[in-house]
């Protein structure tokens, strides 16, 4: 890994989805320790008023929002030393443009993958909250950033737990690693008691607090496979090698067993200013605004076998994997637009997985060595999950 950070100065960070879940919280790191940061770019969706609040506090060069409307309203209660922008071009301005050292990419969904390749082809290291980058085009970005000698740290609190523990091991010394599943709002059901689950209740996670995608996601442990096929390209790691263990707590954030059979496990409250925060700081560690780990005060931790009959999108997430090419990318795609008709009350909650398993079946993997090919079948899934009855 390059870009180590001298302790005494001052770091440069943009954040792409600055309104969302992973942003308020990032820039809650921040503020706990201001006279480390400095904020260059601030991206968000349609959330003006939340925005335009961030940038009079943190005073970045560049704004950016998604629709010219948006950034309009905001430029107009904005000071005029803040650049204000929007759309595509907006995005890839604030990654690659403010001359950020670190751009913390924590936009929901594929729209997150071009703002990434900028970022790393400007040479910034890259805080990864945004799991559809590299599932969607791992093979892309990982080599893009070899060539670039520049850093992905993971800001996941699984892939971060990951990246603490593997750090000063030998990769050819891991037997496997072992991502930790909280299982989302519906753990204790049966899939019987599944058909009916509404939106509010697969919203309701037990342990985070996290974007409404994602709880879903959660819910499903399509997010689990996500994190499988990043896992994967991470760390170079083989999906025989890549394990799940259901553990209800979260507190262990996943684990790393080695050949003479150690295990490295990282623990931490579920709050994810921790990961975050180690994002900010590596190789350094930091004071942390989130609360200490008391385990007395647990008690006991909990874990269960991974069962992937109960969630077939697991079980399609390590087939898609397996299967290399364009299945993963069609994978999520497919997930991202079945979340959004669930979320709309369009389609049931275990329609999810039939739509994703109806889109892996109508769209056999295929190379993608683009990102250009990447966003047109992107586009093309979607449209297709859209069209369903």
Same mark, same amino acid.
């Given at each position: 890994?390059?870009?180590?950070?001298?302790?005494?100065?001052?770091?440069?960070?943009?954040?792409?989805?600055?309104?969302?879940s992973i942003g308020t919280q990032t820039l809650d790191v921040i503020r706990h320790d201001p006279e480390r940061y400095r904020v260059a770019a601030l991206a968000a969706g349609g959330n003006v008023e939340l925005l335009v609040q961030q940038?009079?506090?943190?005073?970045?060069?560049?704004?950016?929002?998604?629709?010219?409307?948006?950034?309009e309203r905001a430029a107009s209660m904005l000071p005029d030393g803040i650049r204000v922008l929007h759309g595509e071009e907006g995005l890839i301005e604030a990654a690659a443009g403010a001359g950020a050292e670190l751009v913390v990419t924590?936009?929901?969904?594929?729209?997150? =993958?071009?703002?990434?390749?900028?970022?790393?082809?400007?040479?910034?290291?890259?805080?990864?909250?945004n799991k559809e980058t590299l599932v969607a085009a791992g093979h892309l970005v990982t080599k893009l950033a070899e060539a670039r000698g520049v850093s992905i740290l993971p800001v996941d609190s699984e892939h971060s737990a990951i990246f /603490?523990?593997?750090?000063?091991?030998?990769?050819?010394? %891991?037997?496997?690693?072992?991502?930790? &599943?909280? #299982?989302?709002?519906?753990?204790?059901?049966?899939?019987?008691?599944?058909?009916?689950?509404?939106?509010? /209740?697969?919203?309701?996670?037990?342990?985070?607090?996290?974007?409404?995608?994602?709880?879903?996601?959660?819910?499903?442990?399509?997010?689990?496979?996500?994190?499988?096929?990043?896992?994967?390209?991470?760390?170079?790691?083989?999906?025989?090698?890549?394990?799940?263990?259901?553990? @209800?707590?979260?507190?262990?954030?996943?684990?790393?067993?080695?050949?003479?059979?150690?295990?490295?496990? /990282?623990?931490?409250?579920?709050?994810?200013?921790?990961?975050? /925060?180690?994002?900010?700081?590596?190789?350094?560690?930091?004071?942390? @605004?989130?609360?200490?780990?008391?385990?007395?005060? =647990?008690?006991?931790?909990?874990?269960?076998?991974?069962?992937?009959?109960?969630?077939?999108?697991?079980?399609?997430?390590?087939?898609? #994997?397996? &299967?290399? #090419?364009?299945?993963?990318?069609?994978?999520?795609?497919?997930?991202?637009?079945?979340?959004?008709?669930?979320?709309?009350?369009?389609?049931?909650?275990?329609? =999810?997985?039939?739509? =994703?398993?109806?889109?892996?079946?109508?769209?056999?993997?295929?190379?993608?060595?683009?990102?250009?090919?990447? &966003?047109?079948?992107?586009?093309? %899934?979607?449209?297709?999950?859209?069209?369903?009855?």
């Amino acid at each position: 890994m390059s870009h180590s950070y001298k302790e005494d100065r001052m770091k440069t960070i943009s954040i792409l989805g600055s309104t969302g879940s992973i942003g308020t919280q990032t820039l809650d790191v921040i503020r706990h320790d201001p006279e480390r940061y400095r904020v260059a770019a601030l991206a968000a969706g349609g959330n003006v008023e939340l925005l335009v609040q961030q940038a009079l506090e943190f005073r970045p060069s560049v704004v950016s929002l998604a629709t010219k409307e948006a950034a309009e309203r905001a430029a107009s209660m904005l000071p005029d030393g803040i650049r204000v922008l929007h759309g595509e071009e907006g995005l890839i301005e604030a990654a690659a443009g403010a001359g950020a050292e670190l751009v913390v990419t924590a936009l929901v969904g594929s729209r997150g =993958i071009r703002s990434t390749i900028a970022a790393i082809e400007a040479g910034a290291a890259v805080g990864l909250a945004n799991k559809e980058t590299l599932v969607a085009a791992g093979h892309l970005v990982t080599k893009l950033a070899e060539a670039r000698g520049v850093s992905i740290l993971p800001v996941d609190s699984e892939h971060s737990a990951i990246f /603490q523990c593997l750090n000063g091991e030998r990769r050819a010394d %891991v037997k496997k690693i072992t991502l930790t &599943a909280s #299982g989302g709002a519906f753990r204790d059901r049966t899939r019987a008691e599944l058909k009916d689950v509404t939106v509010e /209740q697969a919203l309701a996670h037990p342990n985070w607090a996290m974007g409404a995608k994602v709880t879903v996601d959660s819910a499903t442990m399509a997010n689990k496979g996500l994190e499988v096929i990043e896992a994967h390209w991470l760390y170079a790691m083989p999906y025989e090698k890549i394990d799940v263990l259901l553990h @209800p707590e979260s507190i262990i954030h996943s684990m790393v067993e080695f050949t003479d059979n150690s295990v490295i496990a /990282q623990l931490g409250v579920p709050d994810m200013r921790i990961p975050i /925060q180690y994002a900010l700081t590596w190789p350094e560690r930091r004071p942390s @605004p989130a609360p200490a780990l008391d385990l007395a005060a =647990i008690g006991r931790l909990h874990f269960r076998p991974m069962d992937l009959e109960r969630y077939p999108c697991l079980r399609m997430a390590y087939e898609a #994997g397996r &299967a290399g #090419g364009s299945a993963p990318l069609v994978f999520n795609a497919a997930n991202e637009a079945a979340v959004e008709r669930f979320l709309r009350g369009e389609i049931a909650f275990l329609e =999810i997985e039939d739509t =994703i398993a109806a889109m892996l079946d109508r769209f056999p993997p295929e190379p993608v060595d683009t990102y250009e090919a990447i &966003a047109e079948l992107d586009a093309r %899934v979607r449209r297709e999950v859209t069209a369903l009855r």
